[in-house]
């Protein structure tokens, strides 16, 4: 399984970003799928969860503002992140499984 994340970029506090993470190969093997980020000199920290049937969690510091979501038809996974805050900065990753990791795609709120 291969995952390969996209949409982060530069913004604003308040404003909001959608990552999507499309994953490759055995799709079979992502049902439970994450997102994880890492801040500079920060521990990697879990930011939300879906399960193959839909169920979801998230981070106390995320929920409200952040829903993950998944199309099985485009094997994809979607992060949307809402009301941003400065504190959402860091490199946000892909997890499928919690065994296999993205590169990651960069998210800076200013």
């Known amino acids: 399984v291969q995952l390969v994340e996209s949409g982060g970029g530069s913004v604003q506090a308040g404003e909001s970003l959608a990552l999507s993470c499309a994953v490759f190969?055995?799709?079979?093997?992502?049902?439970?799928m994450a997102w994880f980020r890492q801040a500079p000199g920060k521990e990697r920290e879990g930011v939300a969860a879906?399960?193959?049937?839909?169920?979801?969690d998230y981070a106390d510091s995320v929920k409200g503002r952040f829903t993950i979501s998944r199309d099985d038809a485009k094997a994809t996974v979607y992060l949307q992140m809402n009301n941003l805050k400065t504190e959402d900065t860091a490199r946000y990753y892909c997890?499928?499984?919690?065994?296999?990791w993205g590169q990651g795609t960069q998210v800076t709120v200013s």
């Open positions: 879906i399960a193959g049937d839909g169920r979801t």
């Open positions: 190969g055995d799709t079979q093997s992502a049902r439970c």
């Open positions: 997890v499928a499984a919690l065994q296999i």
